[in-house]
C-alpha cells in the first residue's frame, strides 16, 4: 500500500500523435476521503480511443481533458477505506472515470459482484464496452438474419463483440483490421465470416468479395477511407451506427467527411452516432442478455 | 389538340451544369392506349432538383433515365381517351412520372378532385412535394415546440412548406436561400423567422446569430459548405432529414462529405436519407393535415 499517488497529466494539448511530453507523471499525496466518500485503489485502466478525443481542444461529447489535469480514464479499483456505510474495504468497485492515478476518492461507485469471471470482464464484456457493442450493434443497427454486417477496427474490445453478437443474430459478418494476426483473432477466435486487413488490402475490392449480397449494417469505428468503402456499398435502408472515427482523431487539419456520402441520401441510409452513456438507463437489458451468452461461451 | 407528341429526349450525359445539347426536342405520333389504358395530356410538368440526379449514369435511387429515353419527370395531366371504365375523358389525373413530353399512355393514374384550389396545388403543397416537406421534417426530423429548425434552399417548392410545417408546430425556423429577393420571400411570405443569403453572408456566423440555442433540426436540401456550417452548430441528439444534395449534383470530381462529419458522433445526431415513396403507405396522414393547413391559411 502506497502511500503517494501517482499520476499521469495532460501537460499539453497532442499535435497528431501522442508523443513524450504531452503527459506528464507526478506524485501526489495519497488523497484521503471525506464524510460518506470511499477511498479506491485502480487497479485496472481501461485504454480507450476516445481518450485521445478528450486530450484536445475541441467541441465533443464531454468537456476535454483540462491541460494540468489528471488524464481522465476508466476504471476497475477495490476499495481501501470507507466512509460511506454502504462500501467496506475489499469491495471491487467500478468508480467509473477514475482516471490515470493509484487513487481516486468518490461518494460512490458501482459495486461488483465477484463471481468465477476474471475481474477484467467488468471493464470489458460485462462493462461499457459489452454495453456499446450491445446497443450500438441492437439498437442503432438493427441486424436482422440473413443480413451483412460489417465491422471496422473488429479486433478492437468493441468491434470483437459486435461481430460475435452479430453472429449470434444470424448474420453474415465481415471484419476489417490492421494486420494479418488481428485478421486471424477475428475469424478463428471471434467466429466472423470474414476479415480484411485494411493495410494490405484494396478494402472496397475485398468488401464486394465478401459482402456479395450488399451491407445492411456497418458498425462503425474508423471513419475515412473504409467508411468511404462501405458506403459505397450499403444497400437501401442501411443502418451505419457510428460509434467512432479513430481515422480522424489525430488529424491536424480538418478531415473531409466521407466522399460517398451522397449514398446515404441515394440508399435513405440512416447515420446515427452514439456513446454508451446514452444508453445507461437500459442496462439491465444489456447484463441479462449478456450475461447468458458469456455463460453459454457464445461471446469470448 | 395535336396530333404529335412533342418529347424531350436525353440525347447525352451532362457533365457539369446542363448545356444545350444534352437534350434533344423529338415529335413522335400521339400514341394510342391499348384495351384499359388511357391517354392523358400532360398539362403541368415538375422541374426538380433530382431530374439531374436521373440524367447521371451513377448508383441512385431509381434506374437513370437512358440516353434516347424520353427525360423523366412529374406531370399532372387530362384524360383524352380512356379505353379504361374508371376514367372518362376531361378526367384531372397525376400519371406518376408523366415525363417531358405533351402525352403518355397509362393503365392507371391518380385522380384529382377538382375542388376551389388551383390545379397547381396537387403538383406542390398537396402533391409530392407537399409530401416530402411533411414526412421529411415531422417523421425525421421529429421537431419540438421551442426547437430551431434550419432549412437550406428555403425558397424551393419543398423548403418553403417545410418552414410553415415547423412553424405551425411552434419552432424557430431559419431558412437559407440564394438571394435577397428569395430570403425576403422567406420571411415576409413564408414566415419563417430569419433566412440568410448565402451568397452575400457567412453561413456560419449568419446561423450563429439567428440559432442561438444551437440547432435541433436540418431539413437539408444543399449539402457542401452549408451542411458543414449547421452540423458545426448542431445540438445533442439533432436530426438531419436528407433530402437532397443539390450542391454535389453537377459535380464533375468527387466531392468531399461534410468536414464536420465527426460531429455526427460528438452530438450523437442522426442523419437519414429519405425519398417519399418510402411514405406512400401512409400518405393520408398527409392529406389530412395538410388539407385542414392549407384550408385555414396556414400553409401558403
Known amino acids: 500500500m502506497r502511500n503517494a499517488n501517482r499520476q499521469w497529466r495532460l501537460k499539453r494539448r497532442p499535435e497528431g500523435d501522442i508523443k513524450p511530453g504531452d503527459l506528464e507523471f507526478t506524485e501526489t499525496p495519497k488523497p484521503v476521503p471525506a464524510q460518506g466518500e470511499i477511498l479506491i485503489r485502480n487497479i485496472y485502466l481501461s485504454l480507450d480511443p476516445t481518450n485521445r478525443i478528450w486530450m484536445s481542444d475541441m467541441d465533443q461529447y464531454m468537456p476535454p481533458v483540462e491541460v494540468g489535469d489528471v488524464m481522465r480514464g476508466g476504471t476497475l479499483g477495490v476499495v481501501e477505506q470507507s466512509n460511506n456505510p454502504a462500501f467496506k474495504p475489499g469491495d471491487i468497485v467500478i468508480p467509473g472515470l477514475g482516471g490515470w492515478q493509484d487513487y481516486v476518492v468518490a461518494p460512490f461507485a458501482q459495486k461488483i459482484d465477484k463471481g468465477p469471471l476474471p475481474l ?3 471493464m470489458s464484456v460485462l462493462g461499457m464496452t459489452g454495453a456499446t457493442a450491445y446497443f450500438g450493434l441492437l439498437d442503432i443497427g438493427m441486424p436482422k438474419a440473413g ?15 459486435v461481430g460475435q453478437i452479430a453472429k449470434i443474430k444470424g448474420c453474415r ?10 485478421c486471424k483473432l477475428v475469424t478463428k477466435e471471434y467466429g466472423f465470416d470474414a476479415c480484411i486487413n485494411y493495410k494490405r488490402e484494396n478494402v472496397l475490392e475485398s468488401l464486394k468479395k465478401h459482402c456479395p449480397k450488399g451491407i445492411d449494417v456497418d458498425f462503425e469505428n474508423v471513419g475515412g477511407e473504409i467508411l468511404d468503402a462501405i458506403l459505397t456499398l450499403i444497400n437501401l435502408n442501411a443502418r451505419i451506427s457510428l460509434c467512432g472515427l479513430i481515422a480522424s482523431y ?10 460517398m456520402f451522397r449514398n446515404i441520401l441515394m440508399k435513405r441510409a440512416t447515420v446515427k452516432g452514439f456513446i454508451i452513456i446514452d444508453y445507461l438507463p437500459r442496462m439491465s437489458e444489456f447484463i ?6 458469456v455463460a453459454q461461451g457464445k461471446i469470448k
Open 173 to 182: 459478418v465481415v471484419g476489417i483490421a490492421g494486420s494479418d494476426d488481428k
Open 120 to 122: 477484467t470482464t467488468y
Open 288 to 293: 441479462t442478455d449478456m450475461s447468458a451468452w
Open 147 to 161: 443480413g451483412t454486417v460489417v465491422v471496422s477496427a473488429a479486433a478492437g474490445a468493441v468491434g470483437s463483440i
Open 250 to 259: 489525430n488529424a491536424k487539419e480538418p478531415v473531409p467527411g466521407p466522399y
